[in-house]
């Protein structure tokens, strides 16, 4: 049975917005620079985004607006993740049927290992161009001058190592911009 008598303690405060640093970057290679920065001074991955500079009302959010940051390092681990895996899959295809028939479908199964190896060459293949057309469209959205990479501070204290860390990667520009519960975003003075 409860005790209705005992008052509710009070819990956190409400944020009323989100601090973050956005840089205006004028390539690609400075983005990519400023990213690894960032997380060499102890930003979390999760807190870095790119921004779209004019969302849709549907994508004003911040989860939809903004895409997640990677880096050509990333591209790489990511192309050895996919053709790994898809060799790996082939290989334990191979193993299975060999263990099925008994080791009489060993030829078979060599054959099953190079198609395994095949699939793996055609993953990263397909990662590959992925990367590439995410590199060619950074590239233009500097050309047009939005290419934007935001920081969420979870403190005050990381504003400074975030601004910092951006103009030394190449920024262009660098403006910490609150966002608010209403969804709107603005500039601090």
Do not use: C, Y
């Amino acid at each position: 049975m409860s005790d209705d008598t005992i008052p509710a303690k009070p819990g956190p405060g409400i944020s009323e917005g989100l601090t973050e640093i956005r840089g205006l970057f004028p390539s690609n290679a400075t983005l990519e620079d400023a990213i690894s920065r960032l997380t060499r001074e102890g930003f979390d991955r999760a807190d870095l985004s790119i921004p779209d500079p004019a969302p849709t009302a549907a994508s004003a959010t911040p989860e939809a607006g903004a895409a997640n940051p990677s880096t050509e390092t990333d591209d790489r681990q990511t192309q050895t993740l996919h053709s790994s895996m898809a060799a790996s899959v082939g290989a334990l295809a191979a193993a299975g049927a060999v263990i099925a028939s008994g080791g009489l479908a060993a030829p078979a199964v060599a054959a099953a290992v190079a198609g395994g190896v095949g699939l793996g060459a055609a993953a990263e293949g397909v990662a590959r161009a992925a990367n590439q057309g995410d590199d060619n469209a950074r590239e233009e959205a500097a050309k047009r001058g939005e290419l934007f990479l935001s920081v969420a501070l979870r403190r005050p204290d990381q504003q400074a190592k975030a601004e910092a860390a951006m103009w030394k990667a190449g920024a262009m520009r660098v403006t910490p911009v609150t966002r608010t519960s209403t969804g709107g975003s603005s500039p601090q003075a």
